[in-house]
């Protein structure tokens, strides 16, 4: 009724027996995560800075490009030149910025990165402020 297997399962092949993909340690594939989740939060924040430019901004910036810059061995990410017209106002950006940080920061403890873990949760505090209501101006 059913056709047999005529490959061997993956399952069966002996734990010696070389591959043809190269293997990442799990250090590796860590270092990957968190490159990645940071240079989203940097493209997010070069966004930000299109919108509304600010110091503190432009310093999260410079900081999150080495952070990784680092990473990559010495590869320079790609920055965003400008927010893309009709996309997300700032709050959006803001919390999606605040969440690209969260997952820099799990992944940064998970691999011990004290200076990456430091600066994910400053970015947490700082996109998160930004979206605290703002108090009315007496009248």
Partial sequence: MYEPIRTKSVHSMTAGTTT???????????DIQLA???????AVTDELRALSPSADLD???ERLAEQVT???????????TGAAPGGPDAASRHRRAHAL?????????????????????????????????????PR
């Fill in 20 to 30: 043809d993909f190269p293997h990442r340690s799990r250090e590796e594939e860590l």
């Fill in 36 to 42: 990645g989740h940071l240079a989203a939060l940097l």
């Fill in 59 to 61: 310093t999260a910036a």
């Fill in 70 to 80: 680092r990473l990559r061995d010495g590869r320079t990410p790609v920055r965003a």
């Fill in 101 to 137: 940080a969260g997952r820099a920061l799990v992944v940064a403890a998970s691999r011990a990165d004290t200076a990456a873990a430091i600066l994910a949760a400053q970015q947490m505090d700082t996109h998160a402020a930004a979206l605290e209501p703002r108090e009315l101006a």
